[in-house]
C-alpha cells in the first residue's frame, strides 16, 4: 500500500494536540459569545 | 435515593470518561503516528494479543456508553437536559460540551468500531483491507482525540467556572 501523499493534521501528535488546543480555544470564544 | 443515583452517576461518569478517554490517550502516546497493522493472517496471530486486544477494546467501548447514559441522566436530574442540548444561556457551554461528547461517542460506535472489526479480527478480512481499515481507525480515533479536548473543558468549565463566560 503506497503512503499517503500529504499527512493530515491529526496523523502526528504534535498536530492533535495543536488541533485539540486550538478547537478548545474556538469553542470557548464561541460559547463566551452564545452565553 | 434519587440523591444517591445522582452521585452514583455523577461518579460512573467520572470513571467511565477515565476508562474511555484514558485509553485514547494511551493509545496516542504509544502509537504517535500512523503504522500499518503488520502483515499477519489475524487466525495465526497470538491468539492471547488478540483476545487481550479484543477485551480492551470492547471495555473502553462499552465505557462510553455508560459516560453517555450517566451525563444523560444527570443533565435529567438537574432539569436541564433540554436547555443543554438546545444550547440555552448558560447552559450553552456544558451543552457544547455535551454534543461534542454525542459526536464523540457516535464516532466510536459508527466509524471507528466497524472497521476496528477487521483489524481485530472480529470479522474476517484480507490483510490489504485490514491496513485500509486500521488507517480509518487511526484517523477516527486521533479525531476523537482532539475532540475530548474542548469537551472535558467546556463539561468542567461549564459546570464549575460559570464566570469565564
Redesign the interface.
Known amino acids: ?1 503506497r503512503p499517503p501523499r500529504f499527512r ?1 493534521p ?4 504534535g498536530g ?1 494536540v495543536a ?3 486550538l ?2 480555544a474556538l ?2 470564544l ?3 459569545w ?2 | 435515593m434519587t440523591l444517591e443515583l445522582y452521585v452514583l452517576a455523577r461518579w460512573l461518569h467520572l470513571l467511565g470518561l477515565l476508562v474511555w478517554i484514558g485509553h485514547n490517550y494511551a493509545n ?1 502516546v504509544q502509537r ?3 503504522r ?1 497493522v503488520d502483515p499477519v493472517d489475524t487466525a495465526a496471530a497470538d491468539q492471547l494479543f488478540m483476545q487481550a486486544a479484543q477485551r480492551e477494546h470492547g471495555t473502553f467501548r462499552y465505557a462510553s456508553l455508560v459516560v453517555l447514559a450517566s451525563g444523560l441522566y444527570m443533565l435529567w436530574f438537574r432539569g436541564i437536559l433540554t436547555e443543554a442540548l438546545t ?1 440555552q ?2 447552559f ?2 456544558l451543552g ?1 460540551g455535551v454534543w ?1 461528547g454525542l459526536l464523540m461517542t457516535a464516532n466510536l460506535w459508527f466509524v471507528l468500531w466497524p472497521h476496528q472489526k477487521k483489524v481485530l479480527g472480529f470479522v474476517p478480512a484480507a490483510h ?1 483491507e485490514r ?2 481499515c486500521s488507517r480509518i481507525t ?2 477516527s480515533s ?2 476523537n ?6 469537551a472535558v ?2 463539561m468542567t ?2 459546570a464549575h467556572a460559570p464566570t ?2
Open positions: 500500500m493530515l491529526h496523523e502526528t501528535l492533535t488541533c485539540g488546543l478547537l478548545t469553542l470557548y464561541l460559547a463566551r452564545m452565553v | 496516542v504517535p503516528r500512523y500499518p444550547l444561556g448558560q450553552a457551554v457544547l461534542i490489504a491496513v485500509r487511526f484517523l486521533r479525531t482525540t482532539i475532540l475530548s479536548f474542548p473543558f467546556l468549565a461549564g469565564l463566560f
